[in-house]
């Protein structure tokens, strides 16, 4: 169940990730454009959750990014009903940012679900205001579909979402 990258691994959460996931989710600029508010509230049931979860049945699973044995980020992917397209979405530690530790992670995370799941299409979308995540989605190959102005409520402001997607038959002729 293990994806691995020239420097990564994408591989279930354990209870050791807890510290270093509090870490970089309860960071306010790593949180800023999430839903999830900060501190996160109980991160050792929190990845203890994701541990369990199972990335071949419909709903969203939780990949661990793991640098030589440390949780750098993680990357969820929620599988629809139909198990033939999924979204996407990647949370990174600012430490690790910049680095191209994230583009990789993508990357090596489409090709799986491409090449061994066989998926059609994965979708992803971000805040407009998160020029980072908007740039990333369209250096791995992502499309931009649609823009949802003024769209999602969120920390207290509506906000406009990017819509994102790539298909199968891009993604493996690209």
């Known amino acids: 169940m293990f994806v691995h990258t020239e420097r990564l691994t994408l591989r279930r959460f354990t209870p050791g990730d807890a510290a270093a996931f509090e870490a970089y989710r309860s960071n306010p600029e790593v949180a800023r454009y999430q839903g999830w508010e900060v501190p996160i509230p109980d991160p050792l049931a929190t990845v203890t959750s994701y541990g369990e979860g199972d990335p071949d049945a419909p709903g969203w699973f939780q990949y661990a990014a ?81 823009l949802r102005r003024s769209h999602t409520w969120i920390k207290g402001e509506w906000t406009d979402d990017l819509l994102y997607g790539v298909l199968r038959s891009d993604w493996l002729s690209g």
Do not use: W
Request: charged share 25%; net charge negative.
């Open 66 to 146: 793991d640098l030589d044995g440390v949780l750098i980020g993680d990357l969820g992917v929620n599988l629809h009903e139909n198990l033939m397209q999924a979204d996407l979405g990647f949370t990174l530690a600012p430490t690790y940012q910049g680095k191209g530790y994230a583009i990789e992670a993508v990357r090596g995370l489409l090709d799986h679900l491409f090449a061994v799941k066989n998926l059609h299409k994965v979708s992803a979308e971000c805040d407009a205001r998160n020029t980072s995540s908007a740039r990333l989605l369209e250096r791995v190959g992502f499309q931009r579909e649609g």
